[in-house]
């Protein structure tokens, strides 16, 4: 223990610059966190960029303090000194564990107890997500460390590991993937082989200093992640997930094709033309919600020519008060040239999930802050569209939904988008994020949102959020998964190019990535 | 006289290159032995297997009884290894280097280290970073030597080192002598002639040859022959001469074997024309010269 301490304080010592810079940051993004609370949401530059400023600044701090004694080459002196290897690894893991995991504990407790969350009641929660961080983040900049001798070394392998990245993305293009691996089994194998050759380089690093091997192991596993999702056999795994309805069960919905209408501009790839097929649908129960997860189209031709679409994600949501919504296809040019004008016989099977709503409960909104389920706390706050409802939630957003009706919104205007008002009984719905997690994986541990209603039932322009008056009453339900289910639609005869979309005007397409939740 | 150092048919290949080939050596306990030969000779890869710092491809070595390979963390108490090419933490100061070792050394002698850091005149507040080459050799010095290690391993210490720094890191190591076995590495033979009591000489990764200091510059003559006449040209000479070269009636060779009585008599039979000779004894770097040029092993 004597000789762990001593490496440690001498690595204090040597970082402090390091370590008082990367509290700077944590400070600043606490603060900010907080003030956003009771701002208006907006982009702003400094404040996203702290998000991302604060891992970059944990990855730097962890190879600084690896590489203090370097693992890799012949030259370091410390080889030679009477220094026991498993100590030295308990000296920077505790140094990690001093700088990094307790500082992000205190800041998570300081900003549950701001957010009116006592800490104490969220301790799982918060020890969860400092495990999540520990093997996500912590443990593979801590292997990379331990197989790269200075800062510019690492950053190379970053390098070359965004590059893999997007090697493997442009390679899974020719590689049928489903619309949903979270929990799947190639997933987890992938995750658990990717945390395994993490913590095995460390530990081969640090009993044997094999760098050579080490870095083997990660080349390895380069390989074999794109080898497992090549092998795996995704369309077995989604009847497995998702088994077709069993005789004498009706599924929750059935659909049909829905009457024509004139599409909205869709981008689609240049090779490939966007089609938009309505549907109709029926049966839902009144406490029953289906979210169309995926779908698998195979189109035939009159001279059996044949499309399939392999799985793609599909998300749509069939709710109780609606009985409308539409399929996006994106087809091969090609194919689609061939047959747009002839009649198709169009098969689409859907991935679907059943949900039920549990718990019901009516909340008013009052411009002195309101809860809602899921532990959450709500207030207004002043936004360029007028006064947004914001909230905070413990850890993660629940798995909920909200709906108002248009007679009940207490906004003396309620134009939609033609100008009109809406109907009376028009009900609305908004929804809550999801996680499956015990906590949703960011540097704070609340999770905020803006409380909004997104979906009218109406044409898609008259969607853009209407604001929610305060004295509004709301009325949510936690949501419970009930089942997954196949949903088979078959279309036969129809003409492809009656539903093609106009392409989405060049320009208006952009790509983005998405920062860690602030 | 037991080893501090052994090897049996070391060898180290790095992909095609076959840096040591079956070294076999025995550094006796209590010797200085001065591990020579060209830079790319293998010295510093055969070190760097002795202290661990990669395995070797075959062959086995000890250390202190200890097999290499084991050669880690409290082994390196009783060892004292510096390198002129070593990775000092150069954002420590002398004093703040010195007193992180501390702690990692059981035997660590403050005294020693107070009267080393005086010695070499090493300034305590002054980064590793900012020392000249020399001032830092100087303090890894003192870093190998305050702890009475059994084995003070060096590897080419004086490399670049002006004369006067060379002279002083030589008499704090030989002050140190008395208590521990010590390997030097060098390509530069003037500098460990006066040092060594041992010499071997490392040469495309293997041994040429091995042995005790005096007994090397006993066995080598420069022997010239003066004759009465220009000799009859000779193809064959006795296996100990090497670089036997005629000029007129002089006649130059090495004697590799050199006997004051089995060597006169050996040049009487050659030369039963000559009217003198002389044997003059050969400096370390004549004679690695010598041996070089020749392309022999002894």
Redesign the interface.
């Known amino acids: 223990m004597?000789?762990v301490l001593?490496i440690f304080r001498?690595d204090v010592r040597?970082l402090w610059r390091e370590t008082a810079t990367l509290n700077v940051l944590l400070v600043a993004y606490a603060w900010e966190t907080v003030r956003r609370w009771h701002s208006e949401f907006s982009f702003e530059f400094w404040s996203e960029w702290l998000a991302l400023l604060v891992p970059l600044a944990w990855i730097f701090l962890i190879l600084r303090c690896v590489q203090e004694e370097s693992l890799v080459?012949?030259?370091?002196?410390w080889?030679?000194?009477?220094?026991?290897?498993p100590k030295l690894l308990a000296a920077k893991l505790l140094f990690v564990l001093v700088f990094i995991n307790v500082p992000l504990f205190v800041i998570d407790v300081v900003l549950l107890a701001k957010a009116g969350f006592p800490p104490a009641s969220y301790l799982p929660g918060l020890l969860w997500l400092q495990l999540l961080w520990t093997l996500f983040l912590f443990l593979p900049a801590f292997a990379l460390g331990a197989i790269t001798s200075n800062i510019g070394q690492a950053v190379l392998v970053v390098i070359g590991v965004i590059l893999y990245l997007v090697l493997i993305s442009e390679l899974s293009r020719e590689v049928p993937q489903p619309f949903s691996l979270a929990g799947d089994p190639p997933v987890i194998l992938e995750t658990s082989l990717g945390l395994a050759t993490a913590a095995a380089v460390v530990l081969l690093q640090y009993s044997r200093r094999r760098t050579r091997k080490s870095r083997l192991f990660v080349v390895g596993l380069a390989i074999t992640v794109p080898l497992i999702a090549a092998v795996t056999p995704y369309s077995r795994l989604i009847d497995r997930a998702y088994p077709p309805a069993a005789a004498g069960h009706p599924p929750p919905v059935q659909l049909s094709l829905g009457p024509k209408e004139k599409p909205a501009p869709a981008f689609a790839p240049s090779d490939s033309v966007a089609v938009v097929i309505p549907l109709d649908f029926s049966g839902l129960q009144e406490n029953s919600i289906v979210t169309l997860d995926g779908a698998l189209t195979t189109i035939e031709g009159p001279g059996g020519e044949r499309w399939n679409s392999h799985w793609r994600y599909a998300g749509n949501y069939l709710l109780p008060e609606r009985a409308h919504t539409q399929v996006d296809l994106t087809i091969d040019r090609v194919f689609f040239d061939r047959v747009k004008n002839t009649p198709v016989n169009v098969r689409i099977s859907f991935a679907a999930t059943d949900l039920h709503e549990l718990g019901k409960e009516r909340v008013v909104t009052s411009p002195s802050g309101f809860a809602v389920p899921g532990n959450g706390r709500c207030w207004y706050r002043h936004g360029r569209r007028g006064d947004d409802i914001a909230c905070l939630f413990p850890l993660k957003q629940p798995f909920a939904t909200f709906k108002v009706s248009a007679g009940e919104m207490t906004c003396p205007q309620n134009p939609d988008a033609t100008g009109g008002s809406l109907p009376p009984d028009t009900i609305g719905y908004g929804w809550l994020g999801h996680s499956a997690s015990q906590a949703e994986l960011g540097i704070s541990p609340v999770a905020t949102t803006e409380l909004f209603v997104w979906d009218w039932g109406v044409s898609d322009q008259a969607r853009t959020p209407r604001l929610i008056c305060p004295g509004t009453p709301l009325r949510f339900s936690m949501l419970e998964e009930a089942g997954r289910m196949r949903i088979e639609l078959r279309l036969d005869g129809i003409r492809l190019a009656d539903y093609q979309a106009d392409e989405m005007a060049s320009g208006a397409v952009g790509a983005g990535f998405y920062l860690p939740r602030p | 006289m037991s080893s501090a150092l052994h090897t049996e048919q070391l060898s180290k290949r790095f992909r095609r290159v076959e840096a040591l080939t079956g070294l076999d050596l025995d550094v006796p306990e209590g010797s200085i032995y001065a591990l020579v030969g060209p830079n790319g000779a293998g010295k510093t890869t055969a070190i760097?297997i002795l202290?661990n710092?990669?395995p070797p491809t075959s062959g086995r070595a000890e250390v202190l009884g200890t097999d290499s390979r084991r050669i880690?963390?409290?082994?390196?108490?009783s060892?004292g290894?510096v390198?002129e090419?070593?990775?000092?933490?150069n954002?420590m100061p002398v004093g703040y280097f010195l007193k992180?070792?501390r702690?990692?050394?059981p035997a660590w002698d403050t005294a020693l280290e107070n009267e080393l850091v005086e010695q070499f005149q090493l300034p305590r507040e002054r980064k590793l970073g900012h020392l000249s080459r020399g001032m830092r050799m100087k303090a890894?010095l003192v870093s190998a030597l305050a702890y009475h290690p059994k084995l003070i391993v060096l590897d080419e210490p004086f490399g670049g080192l002006d004369p006067l720094v060379r002279d002083e890191l030589v008499a704090g190591l030989l002050d140190r002598a008395s208590e521990a076995s010590i390997l030097i590495s060098s390509h530069d033979l003037a500098e460990i002639e006066n040092l060594a009591t041992h010499v071997g000489y490392l040469e495309q990764g293997r041994l040429r040859f091995s042995d005790e200091m005096a007994t090397l510059m006993a066995r080598f003559r420069e022997v010239e022959v003066t004759l009465e006449a220009s000799p009859a040209a000779r193809d064959t000479w006795p296996p100990s001469w090497i670089q036997v070269n005629t000029a007129a009636s002089v006649v130059r060779f090495v004697e590799t074997s050199f006997d004051s009585q089995r060597t006169a008599s050996a040049v009487r039979e050659a030369f039963p024309n000559l009217r003198n000779v002389t044997y003059t004894p050969m400096s370390l770097r004549a004679i690695f010269l010598a041996m070089a040029k020749a392309g022999r092993n002894l």
Do not use: C
């Open positions: 004597t000789q001593h001498k040597r080459g012949d030259r370091q002196f080889v030679t000194r009477p220094h026991e290897w | 760097k202290m710092i990669f880690a963390g409290r082994a390196f108490t060892i290894y390198s090419n070593q990775k000092l933490p954002w992180y070792l702690p990692f050394y890894a």
